[in-house]
C-alpha cells in the first residue's frame, strides 16, 4: 500500500505562552508568561526549518501573525539573486 505524504506549507504558527524568554522577530523585545507566537519557516536562500517568537503587541492573532511574516524582509530573497548580479 502506498500514500502520498502532504507537504508542510510554511509558515506554520502557534499560540503559545512561554515559560521562559523570548525575543520577538519583529520588534526586538523579549516576554514571557503571556500570550505569544512561534513561528516555524524556512529560510530562503538555503532551506533549513528555523523557529522565531511574535509579541502579542507585535499581532493580535495568527492571522496578523502570518501578513507580518509574509511581509518581513525575512521572506525576500537577497538583492543579488533577484538581478542575476552579486552587488
Known sequence: ???VRR???YPIIKRIKP???????FCNREFKREIGYEIEDMTV???RVFWSYC????????????KLV???????PPR????????
Open 19 to 25: 515559560f521562559f524568554w523570548k525575543e520577538c522577530r
Open 55 to 66: 509579541c502579542n503587541e507585535c499581532a493580535k492573532s495568527i492571522d496578523d501573525v502570518a
Open 7 to 9: 507537504e508542510k506549507l
Open 1 to 3: 500500500m502506498k500514500r
Open 45 to 47: 536562500v538555503n532551506p
Open 70 to 76: 509574509n511581509s518581513a524582509k525575512l521572506r525576500k
Open 80 to 87: 543579488y539573486l533577484t538581478n542575476g548580479i552579486k552587488k
